[in-house]
């Protein structure tokens, strides 16, 4: 069968080849590629900043988020033939670390868990795939395409589960929420926070294209210029840009006894504050700033809950861009106005 794959660490080898069929030590559930869409993750692996194959391995199949169909469940799987699914990304480390043992993977202390497609666990991107049943979940056949937005909203429930359970040290009803960047992941934030009826703010470097209408689209209201300058200060702010100067305006700008969520991996950076300055900012206003990566099995379920409740038609234009699998040159190439560009193996 075909496959995206990378050697990890050096930047310019990614291919689309031949590789074996998935051996049956990664599940007992087959399944046939539908999609696997890209993101900033995928996009590093290939440029050789991040990645590790599978040990003993030279590379690595690419890609994490995903949908497929199955072709066999296996023996002992409660799915079904043709259901459609999305695999977990994480798997818990051996040890187990005590988060691991009780399944919260997504907060894996010793750092030894691993991930599809980004760490020592072949990803999606190949024509067919394996998966444990456990990590398989079930995607509503009506959503079709879109269900391969499920993997970056899981990011976002958790985000959120993180913000509220630091948010109960103290009275606080959060009512606003601004959220810097508007990729998939500032936007599905955006999207998932008006369904429980927060006002909601994004602010990009974008002052034209999709994004300031996709936004307008959810009932929020779009800012482009600094944080330091939308004109209030917000309850919860979810950092989706990794930029220094965001994040130190984010904690700046923050409302007292707010909470700051950086879901961004960014790297190096010029602060335009110095850290003393930032952190006095944060103790004078009982702030919170919670790092959030990956998500659980609950965080699965509950993000397929919310991305059910989205409008379809504006998940859709979050798909700004479908490529050939062949094409991934171009899938793993940013261009000006794509927000979720998706390589697609097969039709829904
Ligand atoms: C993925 C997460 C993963 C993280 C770090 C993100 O792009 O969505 O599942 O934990 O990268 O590897």
């Given at each position: 069968?075909?496959?995206?794959?990378?050697?990890?660490?050096?930047?310019?080898?990614?291919?689309?080849?031949?590789?074996?069929?998935?051996?049956?030590?990664e599940?007992?559930?087959?399944?046939?590629?539908?999609?696997?869409a890209?993101?900033?993750?995928?996009?590093?692996?290939?440029?050789?900043?991040?990645?590790?194959?599978?040990?003993?391995?030279?590379?690595?199949?690419?890609?994490?988020?995903?949908?497929?169909?199955?072709?066999?469940?296996?023996?002992?799987?409660?799915?079904?033939k043709?259901?459609?699914?999305?695999?977990?990304?994480?798997?818990?480390?051996?040890?187990?670390?005590p988060?691991?043992?009780?399944?919260?993977?997504?907060?894996?202390?010793?750092?030894?868990?691993?991930?599809?497609?980004?760490?020592?666990?072949?990803?999606?991107?190949s024509?067919?795939?394996?998966?444990?049943?456990?990590?398989?979940?079930?995607?509503d056949?009506?959503?079709?395409i879109?269900?391969?937005?499920?993997?970056?909203?899981?990011?976002?429930?958790?985000?959120?589960?993180?913000?509220?359970?630091?948010?109960?040290?103290?009275?606080?009803?959060?009512?606003?929420?601004?959220?810097?960047?508007?990729?998939?992941?500032?936007?599905?934030?955006?999207?998932?926070?008006?369904?429980?009826?927060?006002?909601?703010?994004?602010?990009?470097?974008?002052?034209?294209?999709?994004?300031?209408?996709?936004?307008?689209?959810?009932?929020?209201?779009?800012?482009?210029g600094?944080?330091?300058?939308?004109?209030?200060?917000?309850?919860?702010?979810?950092?989706?840009?990794?930029?220094?100067?965001?994040?130190?305006?984010?904690?700046?700008?923050?409302?007292?006894?707010?909470?700051?969520?950086?879901?961004?991996?960014?790297?190096?950076?010029?602060?335009?504050?110095?850290?003393?300055?930032?952190?006095?900012?944060?103790?004078?206003?009982?702030n919170?700033?919670?790092?959030?990566?990956?998500?659980?099995?609950?965080?699965?379920?509950?993000?397929?809950?919310?991305?059910?409740?989205?409008?379809?038609?504006?998940?859709?234009?979050?798909?700004?861009?479908?490529?050939?699998?062949?094409?991934f040159?171009e899938?793993?190439?940013?261009?000006?106005?794509?927000?979720?560009?998706?390589?697609?193996?097969?039709?829904?």
């Amino acid at each position: 069968m075909k496959a995206i794959t990378v050697e990890p660490k050096k930047p310019g080898t990614v291919r689309f080849e031949d590789i074996p069929e998935p051996d049956v030590r990664e599940g007992s559930v087959l399944v046939e590629a539908i999609a696997a869409a890209v993101c900033g993750t995928d996009v590093e692996i290939a440029e050789g900043k991040y990645g590790w194959a599978p040990p003993g391995k030279t590379r690595l199949v690419m890609g994490h988020e995903s949908l497929g169909r199955v072709i066999d469940p296996g023996a002992s799987s409660s799915l079904q033939k043709g259901d459609l699914v999305a695999g977990i990304v994480r798997r818990p480390d051996p040890v187990p670390c005590p988060n691991c043992a009780v399944g919260e993977w997504d907060m894996c202390r010793n750092g030894q868990y691993t991930e599809r497609g980004i760490k020592e666990i072949h990803g999606f991107m190949s024509e067919r795939w394996r998966i444990e049943p456990e990590y398989a979940i079930k995607v509503d056949p009506s959503m079709g395409i879109l269900g391969v937005l499920l993997e970056p909203t899981t990011v976002i429930v958790k985000a959120f589960e993180q913000v509220l359970a630091v948010g109960q040290r103290a009275f606080w009803e959060p009512k606003t929420l601004l959220v810097t960047g508007a990729g998939p992941i500032g936007l599905l934030a955006a999207a998932v926070a008006r369904l429980f009826g927060m006002e909601v703010h994004v602010l990009a470097r974008n002052k034209t294209g999709p994004k300031p209408e996709l936004v307008r689209a959810l009932g929020a209201t779009y800012h482009s210029g600094s944080v330091l300058d939308i004109g209030f200060e917000p309850d919860v702010i979810v950092e989706c840009t990794g930029v220094g100067a965001v994040i130190a305006d984010s904690i700046q700008q923050i409302g007292a006894g707010g909470v700051v969520c950086l879901t961004g991996v960014g790297s190096g950076g010029i602060a335009p504050r110095a850290t003393a300055d930032i952190a006095a900012a944060a103790v004078l206003k009982n702030n919170v700033v919670v790092g959030s990566v990956n998500a659980n099995r609950r965080h699965w379920y509950k993000a397929n809950e919310r991305l059910g409740r989205l409008d379809r038609k504006w998940l859709s234009r979050l798909i700004t861009r479908y490529e050939k699998p062949e094409n991934f040159k171009e899938a793993l190439e940013k261009k000006p106005d794509d927000i979720k560009v998706v390589i697609q193996f097969g039709e829904v």
